[in-house]
C-alpha cells in the first residue's frame, strides 16, 4: 500500500449536555466523517486520503474542528456541505479553504 497523500483528522469528541465548552459531536462531526468518506469514493481517491476519527483537537467553541495534513490546515464550524468545498478545493486542486480556517489569533 502506497503512502497516503493527505491525513483528514476529524474531532468526534462529545460531552455531557450543557458542557461549558460544547463539542464537536454535538455539532454532527460524526456526520462529516460519513460525507469525507462519501466525497473520497465519489472522486476515486481511496488510497491517497486517511479519515480519522478524533478525540478533542482543542478549539472546541469553534468546532466542528477538522485538520488536513501534512499541510497542518485547521478548519472550524465544518458542516457536511463544508466537506465538498474541502474536497475539491484543498484535497484535490492543493488550495486550503480560507473561509473555514481557524484564524492564527486562535493560537494566541
Keep these: 500500500m502506497a503512502k497516503h497523500k493527505y491525513h483528514i483528522l476529524v474531532c468526534t469528541t462529545t460531552r455531557p449536555p450543557g458542557n461549558m465548552r460544547g463539542s464537536c459531536g454535538e455539532k454532527k462531526s460524526q456526520d462529516l466523517i460519513n460525507a469525507f468518506y462519501q466525497e473520497m469514493e465519489k472522486k476515486m481517491l481511496f ?7 478524533s478525540s478533542c483537537l482543542g478549539p472546541c467553541p469553534i468546532g466542528a474542528t477538522v485538520v488536513v495534513y501534512p499541510d497542518g490546515v485547521w478548519y472550524k464550524g465544518v458542516t457536511v456541505p463544508d466537506v465538498t468545498e474541502i474536497m475539491d478545493e484543498h484535497i484535490t486542486n492543493g488550495k486550503p479553504v480560507e473561509r473555514l480556517m481557524v484564524p492564527d489569533e486562535m493560537w494566541g
Excluded: A, K
Design 47 to 53: 488510497g491517497q486520503i486517511l479519515i480519522t476519527e
